[in-house]
């Protein structure tokens, strides 16, 4: 399922660096799919990517797409930001609890109103000039 597109012509809000382990999200982000791993051997879902399962430590991980639908967990607006997120203050961050079982940080979509706790939110893809990145808006076509 390919997520919404949100445009900006804002650089992304911090430099990433992709790779070997990251690249297959990105790239996916890209193509507007948000990548969690799956271990097939305890089936949980993993985000953000890593080498090897938390729960059994194998090594046995394969990319599925996020449906993108979630829940705020927690929230917090913050007014102060280091330099070297070209982020404009404040900003609006979310901990979401992803259909997938996962729990993910993210930010809202700026400029777009701010769920509140238990409320549902959709994920969606932010294009920049310099590439791409994720965030999450409100959300009432799920329940």
Known sequence: ?????????????????????????????????????????????????????????????????????????????????PDNYSITTPVDLAIIDLEERVRILTRFVPGTEIAEIGSHVQLVVTSHPDGVHYACQKSELFT
């Not at 949100?6 to 890209?30: A, C, D, M, Q, Y």
């Open 1 to 81: 399922m390919s997520l919404p597109v949100v445009e900006f012509e804002s650089l992304v809000p911090h430099k990433i660096e992709v790779n070997k382990l990251t690249e297959p999200f990105w790239s996916g982000l890209e193509d507007g799919l948000f990548q969690l791993q799956h271990c097939t051997k305890c089936q949980i879902n993993i985000f953000p990517p890593r080498l090897f399962c938390g729960q059994c430590y194998k090594r046995e991980l394969l990319w599925i797409s996020s449906a993108g639908r979630g829940v705020v967990y927690s929230k917090i607006s913050v007014s102060n930001v």
